[in-house]
């Protein structure tokens, strides 16, 4: 089992930035891609970011595409978000998520793992 906290959520003004972390837990982070979600209310949870475990895999949804960055720290065994420009439509709670299986990264079904999910609040 791997365990994932997320944490660096809050409220910010439209432009604005701020950074998520992810820390993993439990069973070695070794060999899992991970991702972040997002969910607005009433709304269905989105695919925003993901990367493999070496890193050499990236993928971003078009809505974020040029504004977020993804990384992550396998020796702290830690993701991180970098969000820049943030719109009030980036509102939403973000999850982390990780899994060891080689699917479709953009899919929430590939992952096996899900932290709690942190709230961003982007007003305008």
């Known amino acids: 089992q791997v365990q994932l906290v997320e944490s660096g959520g809050g409220l910010v003004q439209a432009g604005g930035s701020l950074s998520l972390s992810c820390a993993a837990s439990?069973?070695?982070?070794?060999?899992?891609?991970v991702a972040w979600f997002r969910q607005a209310p009433g709304k269905e949870r989105e695919f925003v970011a993901a990367?493999?475990?070496?890193?050499?895999?990236?993928y971003y949804a078009d809505s974020v595409k040029g504004r977020f960055t993804i990384s992550r720290d396998n020796a702290k065994n830690t993701v991180y978000l970098q969000m820049n420009s943030l719109k009030p439509v980036d509102t939403a709670v973000y999850y982390c998520?990780?899994?060891?299986?080689?699917?479709?990264?953009?899919?929430?079904?590939?992952?096996?793992?899900w932290g709690q999910g942190t709230q961003v609040t982007v007003s305008s």
């Open positions: 998520a990780a899994t060891l299986n080689p699917g479709n990264y953009r899919r929430r079904y590939t992952y096996d793992y």
């Open positions: 990367k493999s475990w070496s890193g050499s895999i990236t």
């Open positions: 439990g069973r070695t982070f070794s060999g899992y891609a």
